[in-house]
Nanobody, 116 residues
Framework: QVQLVESGGGLVQAGGSLRLSCAAS????????IRWYRQAPGKERELVAT????????NYANSKKGRFTISRDNAENTVYLQMDSLKPEDTAVYYC?????????WGQGTQVTVSS
């Protein structure tokens, strides 16, 4: 059974940090590109960061560059999103996504709330 389970969300003050985790099971994790997305209330889901299957390349949406860091541990089937200097506009549900060829999996999301 394919599973992506996000964790690490919560309530944090502006300027603070959180580290999200996404634990994968049920598929060949090391073959998949992993992306973090987020969706704020009333807004469309947006891409936050991408990491290639081997972890050698990462990419970020413009507003997250320098504040967010995506990484993965293929031995542990886990991907991380380190979020620093958080802003109230970072408040959203954060989802991880695994993609390879025709296969596309989503986690259930974890809530991040940044207070001003």
């Amino acid at each position: 059974q394919v599973q992506l389970v996000e964790s690490g969300g919560g309530l944090v003050q502006a300027g603070g940090s959180l580290r999200l985790s996404c634990a994968a099971s049920g598929f060949t994790f090391g073959s998949y590109v992993i992306r973090w997305y987020r969706q704020a209330p009333g807004k469309e889901r947006e891409l936050v960061a991408t990491i290639t299957s081997g972890g050698g390349s990462t990419n970020y949406a413009n507003s997250k560059k320098g504040r967010f860091t995506i990484s993965r541990d293929n031995a542990e089937n886990t991907v991380y999103l380190q979020m620093d200097s958080l802003k109230p506009e970072d408040t959203a549900v954060y989802y991880c996504n695994a993609h390879w060829g025709p296969y596309n999996y989503w986690g259930q999301g974890t809530q991040v709330t940044v207070s001003s």
